[in-house]
Structures are given as C-alpha cells and as structure tokens.
C-alpha cells in the first residue's frame, strides 16, 4: 500500500509497529517502489482490525 505524502516513511512506520508484535515491510527495495510503499500481510479478521486501528492512531499522530 501507498503511504500517504503527509505520513512518515515507511521504515519508520515499520518500526513504531513493530513494538506491537505487527511486523510490516518497507518497498523501498522494490523498483518502482519508494520509501512511500508497505507491504502488508494479514493473517485474520482480528489481526487486520488491530493493524486498522493501529494505522488509524498512527495517521493521527504521525502527521509532518
């Protein structure tokens, strides 16, 4: 997924998620892709709600 312009980078997403057992990957390896893409992986319903909900907190306060 394309992370919003006004976001942080993809590392640092992955990193501020990462202390809450979700594990997320920066694209910025993947040509075309940039610091601007996650790759996501979700195993169940509860598991994409608490990444939802996590990302929803995330946008509220990772604004630059």
């Given at each position: 997924c394309?992370?919003?312009?006004?976001?942080?980078?993809?590392?640092?997403?992955?990193?501020?998620?990462?202390?809450?057992?979700?594990?997320?990957?920066?694209?910025?390896?993947?040509?075309?892709?940039d610091d601007r893409f996650l790759r996501i992986a979700v195993l169940g319903e509860e598991q994409n709600l608490r990444l939802l909900q996590a990302l929803n907190i995330l946008g509220k306060n990772i604004v630059r």
């Open positions: 394309r992370l919003p312009n006004h976001w942080c980078r993809a590392p640092e997403i992955v990193e501020l998620l990462l202390p809450l057992g979700m594990l997320l990957r920066s694209c910025c390896d993947f040509e075309p892709l």
